[in-house]
């Protein structure tokens, strides 16, 4: 992998740069692997807590919500106090929420790690993370190099995700087959979820200064909430068109993260764990490999409607998956949607850095990746009862189909003339 990153890089990047390009490649696919590691077993954890879908819902809605604060928080102040800083910062708070976590049956103590500490209940990216680090790499990466550099990124966390789902699984599959009980089994694996977020923080302090924002960029440092516009001034309008279109996307996308489907799976057709874990898995694996397709799609027919083109067809397969009669056939829809759905993620991200000032790139990620944290957040609250009832646990899929489609055809009619600088 890092050969094959490196060799996207500009011939004309100093080896430190190089070097701290690998690195991030190396903690986003310790985070991700994370975050799959847990989000396999996480509402089959609450739920063996003796907690209803409701207070499991408004769990995960405050873990997102949590997320979101901390995120803008961090995120606006990266290029100031230091984007080596604010990372340790971020790694330590997963640290944080694995340990409560797993220390608890409190209703109250959960609400406060899910409100102050990191967890990602799709097994997507969530935190400050994704922001600071889109803004250094496209600062170490040349524009025809870009959308290259951001599809392995995203096949990295894919592969990650995927390794961490089906270890999850297969962790607590193993520990039941031993005769610990559901409890025990899935608190290994929230235990295990702290450990790495140490870890992360390790790898965090191992950057160089090259990976912090160039001098010219930096602003006198002030309080966040002293900040008028967030870091954001010539791109303010363009950053708010696309957050409020990402903050959509990600509310649709709530309503089907990795452990509701897990959980949807598990009680409709009794999947095991080292099932689930399989499954995701699979499906993980080949979104990644979608991913790498992106940039050579892109290149033909542009940013945006690579963005459209990919993801329609995959939200039609998404609208299918609550009608497959038999769990084999479900995992096969489920499958095809993955090895498309995720082929605007490096594209989006790419435009997104590519169509702001290079200034304000860190704070254009952090407001765009914050919405996309509120709009998702929202989501857990309308979809846990709805996972809840046999009758209605195929709606959430449907909502969430719907709307994606929505945004789909939204975002190719606001931004088809914005033209990135190497369509232009």
């Known amino acids: 992998m890092r050969a094959g990153v490196l060799a996207f890089l500009p011939v004309s990047a100093p080896a430190p740069g190089r070097r701290d ?4 490649f190396a903690t986003r696919s310790v985070r991700l692997f994370a975050y799959g590691f847990l989000s396999v077993v996480l509402v089959l954890y609450l739920a063996a807590l003796g907690f209803s879908p409701g207070e499991v819902g408004l769990l995960l809605t405050l873990t997102l919500l949590g997320d979101t604060a901390i995120s803008l928080w961090i995120t606006t102040r990266a290029d100031r106090a230091g984007r080596r800083r604010m990372l340790v910062v971020g790694a ?26 990191i967890i990602s209940p799709a097994g997507n990216e969530v935190g400050p993370f994704l922001a600071i680090e889109q803004a250094a790499l496209a600062q170490m990466t040349g524009p025809e190099r870009r959308t290259q550099v951001f599809a392995w990124y995203s096949l990295a966390g894919s592969v990650a995700t995927a390794l961490g789902s089906l270890a999850g699984g297969g962790l607590s599959e193993l520990l039941l087959r031993s005769g610990a009980s559901d409890l025990a089994s899935y608190r290994a694996v929230v235990l295990g979820y702290g450990a790495l977020g140490a870890v992360l923080a390790v790898l965090f302090t191992r950057l160089s200064p090259v990976a912090e924002a160039p001098a010219a960029d930096r602003r006198p440092a002030r309080p966040a909430f002293l900040e008028r516009h967030l870091g954001l001034h010539r791109s303010r309008p363009v950053v708010l068109r696309l957050s409020a279109l990402f903050a959509v996307d990600a509310f649709a996308g709530g309503f089907v993260v990795q452990s509701f489907v897990a959980y949807w799976f598990h009680v409709k057709f009794g999947a095991s764990e080292a099932t689930l874990g399989a499954i995701f898995f699979g499906a993980n694996l080949l ?18 409607n690579t963005m459209v083109a ?21 995992i096969a829809v489920l499958f095809a ?3 498309i759905s995720q082929m605007d993620v490096p594209t989006r991200q790419s435009y997104t850095m590519a169509v702001v000032d290079p200034s304000e790139r860190s ?62």
């Open 363 to 424: 704070a254009a990620a952090g407001v765009t990746g914050i919405a996309r944290t509120v709009g998702s957040s929202l989501a857990p609250l309308a979809a846990g009862p709805l996972y809840a009832s046999a009758a209605l646990s195929g709606v959430p899929f449907l909502v969430a189909g719907g709307l994606k489609i929505l945004y789909d055809l939204v975002l190719w009619r606001s931004f088809r003339s914005l033209k990135p600088p190497e369509e232009a």
């Open 21 to 24: 390009v690998a690195l991030l």
């Open 310 to 330: 990919t993801h329609l067809p995959s939200n039609v397969l998404l609208f299918l998956v609550p009608f497959m009669p038999s769990m084999p056939l479900a």
């Open 287 to 304: 979104a990644g490999l979608s991913a790498l397709s992106a940039a050579a799609i892109a290149r033909r027919i542009g940013l945006v």
């Open 92 to 117: 330590c708070l997963m640290v944080l929420a694995g340990a409560l976590f797993a220390s608890t049956r409190s209703f109250a103590l959960l609400l406060i790690a899910a409100t102050l500490g």
């Open 337 to 339: 949607r993955f090895s």
